[in-house]
């Protein structure tokens, strides 16, 4: 069962499949796709993914991206451990945590997003981090008031952590890249703890990719 | 099986909700949250949505939100038609394709978005407008691009339309609410005409809703 994964050290949707192939002990060849330089924008990458995003998931020469699509795959590949509930309530509960993340939040803060601030509005560095401060805490706030109608116990979705405590830990990364405040939201700093005390969390966190020790 | 859905005419993600239930012909009451006026920061819709988001689907007692669990659960409800095949590979591609609207680019439209272009950096209305039409530009290429590489036939994933589909044709609704060019996307546009060729997409769409003809 070979699996690639084209991968960039700080992109949070890379950081997400990460996880899940960690927590699953899914062996797998990374590949690097250097956001920062614009490698996803080569034409040799745009035969591996035409939107021109990474992650790419490459499973028996079948491609798959989006993270959510392809820790959705990951699980009927690897069922152990189930990372989105099969219960169809539970499922749905954790599917909109994730999207929470996904759909609402990090999208503000991708590479291409904050480019087009600068060519747009003349925003300076300062000014393109606050705004990635901003949306990094909405979407902090956001799971701070769904975790304190549901508190985590002692993940998200009780005893084992599920695709949305892998959204939540990848927000929390988040506001490590933009040194966004975690005060505010005690649930989410409780659940955090709970995620990056797991080796799989621990081993997936953007700091520890090869890629950010070469460029740092 | 009463369902109710909290509901906004110019909602993109409350549009694909309104195509699902339509499709599978199962009736709703909708519950209007008028995003214009920031209805969705009420203390009362807190309780329903914390996430302050529309749209919400209520089923025996039982709240849902993101589009996509929504569309998932009532797959599980109603499983005819299905919107999210079983086979897993084309669920991951159909999921995929779902995801470069509902997590790439519909995000960057956002009412908060637009919003917060003006507070941010002074952004006037035609500035925000041509925000909006550039991300929706941006999503409608990497759509045709993968259409290009897997042509539809005569939808996204082959006879019947799909969550794919139900995500392409709001980002052409998108396209029409930005002013934003289809000229250059030739296999969005047919499949548009294959979708609002049918009533669950027309009747879903946002100038066909009693609150569009109640503010124009």
């Known amino acids: 069962m070979a699996i690639q994964l084209y991968d960039f050290w700080r992109s949070n949707a890379a950081f997400r499949v ?3 192939l960690e927590l699953k ?7 690097e ?16 993914n035409p939107e021109l995003v990474v992650p790419t998931l490459v499973h028996n020469g079948d491609r798959f991206s989006q993270s959510l699509a392809i820790i959705e795959y990951l699980d009927h590949l690897q069922p152990d451990p189930r990372l989105i509930p099969l219960d169809p309530r539970e499922r ?14 990090h999208p503000l803060t991708a590479p ?10 003349d925003a300076d560095a300062a000014t393109v981090e606050a705004w990635c401060r901003t949306w990094t805490s909405e979407g902090l706030a956001a799971y701070e ?3 304190a109608k549901r ?8 005893a084992a952590p599920t695709i949305a405590d892998i959204c939540i830990a990848g927000q929390i990364v988040l506001a490590e890249l933009y040194d966004a405040k975690l005060t505010p939201f005690p649930n989410v700093i409780a659940l955090g703890e709970q995620c990056f005390g797991l080796a799989a969390f621990a081993e997936a966190h953007p700091y ?3 890629g950010y020790a070469i460029q740092h």
Chains 1, 2 share one sequence.
């Open 18 to 20: 990460r996880v899940a």
């Open 25 to 31: 002990r899914m062996p797998f060849e990374a590949i």
């Open 33 to 48: 796709i250097d956001l920062l330089a614009g490698r996803q924008f080569d034409p040799a990458y745009a035969e591996v």
């Open 92 to 105: 749905a509960y954790a599917q909109s945590l994730a999207l929470v993340s996904i759909a609402d939040s």
């Open 112 to 121: 291409r997003v904050r480019k087009h601030l600068g060519a747009a509005f």
């Open 145 to 147: 008031r769904l975790l």
């Open 151 to 158: 508190p985590a116990a002692p993940f998200a979705l009780g």
């Open 208 to 210: 520890r990719q090869r």
